[in-house]
């Protein structure tokens, strides 16, 4: 297996049934990239993001005490753009120092006929909060978003 097979599958993104609400898991081989998945996850509970065409790009800043709740300002930013711009993001550019962030989120206009949004997130939540370097050198990024 070549070095860019073993990044591929070590990248990605899933959501677990939490309730009424979601959860949002991403993974990858550092924590920008685990971030970075942890919002195409966020983006998979209203869309499929790979439906998006990343025509506009957003920038995201965000700063916290610890990488928990770098987490959770960084969904919530994703939540406040989707929101307030009547936007849908489908991919993301991340990078972090110690607890900063630096993004790019790229996306288009909600087409409710092409995008067919299923539901609209409200808040990331502590709810299975967790960022962590897991043994086999994955990072974790997730938690519960209310929808």
């Given at each position: 297996?070549?070095?860019?097979?073993?990044?591929?599958?070590?990248?990605?993104?899933?959501?677990?049934?939490?309730?009424?609400?979601?959860?949002?898991?991403?993974?990858?081989?550092?924590?920008?990239?685990?971030?970075?998945?942890a919002a195409?996850?966020?983006?998979?509970?209203?869309?499929?993001?790979?439906?998006?065409?990343?025509?506009?790009?957003?920038?995201?800043?965000?700063?916290?005490e610890d990488?928990?709740?770098?987490?959770?300002?960084?969904?919530?930013?994703?939540?406040?753009?989707?929101?307030?711009?009547?936007?849908?993001?489908?991919?993301?550019?991340?990078?972090?120092?110690?607890?900063?962030?630096?993004?790019?989120?790229?996306?288009?206009?909600?087409?409710?006929?092409?995008?067919?949004?299923?539901?609209?997130?409200?808040?990331?939540?502590?709810?299975?909060?967790?960022?962590?370097?897991?043994?086999?050198g994955r990072?974790?990024?997730?938690?519960?978003?209310?929808?």
């Amino acid at each position: 297996m070549t070095g860019s097979e073993r990044t591929r599958r070590q990248c990605g993104y899933e959501l677990f049934p939490h309730g009424a609400d979601v959860g949002v898991r991403g993974f990858g081989p550092d924590r920008a990239t685990a971030f970075a998945e942890a919002a195409r996850a966020l983006t998979a509970v209203v869309t499929d993001p790979d439906r998006v065409e990343p025509r506009e790009p957003v920038a995201i800043h965000c700063e916290a005490e610890d990488d928990e709740m770098l987490l959770i300002d960084w969904l919530d930013a994703v939540i406040y753009y989707m929101a307030t711009l009547g936007m849908v993001f489908g991919r993301y550019e991340v990078e972090i120092r110690d607890h900063r962030l630096e993004a790019t989120a790229w996306g288009e206009p909600v087409d409710p006929e092409r995008h067919q949004p299923a539901v609209e997130p409200k808040a990331a939540t502590l709810t299975e909060l967790a960022v962590r370097h897991e043994p086999d050198g994955r990072w974790i990024a997730q938690c519960v978003v209310d929808v």
